[in-house]
């Protein structure tokens, strides 16, 4: 199963983007998607941006992650 993380983008460097989950940064690829500007809210895949998200939905996948890892048995 693939599982892309929603992420905010802090800053665009041409083919890069320093993203933000949960505070905690990485590093982007936007080869796939090239539009990115600071602000915007990306889909985060194998380290690579493959699609833009409103921050409503990142918002509620990042809580649905939270509440599912919550459940889970240690």
Partial sequence: MCLAIPAK??????????????DVEYTASLLMLPDVVPGDYIMLHAGFA????????AAETLRLL?????????
């Fill in 9 to 22: 983008v802090i800053s665009v460097n041409e083919y890069t983007a320093l993203v933000s989950i949960e």
């Fill in 66 to 74: 939270q509440e599912e890892e919550q459940g889970r048995p240690e």
């Fill in 50 to 57: 493959i699609e833009k998200v409103d921050p409503e939905f």
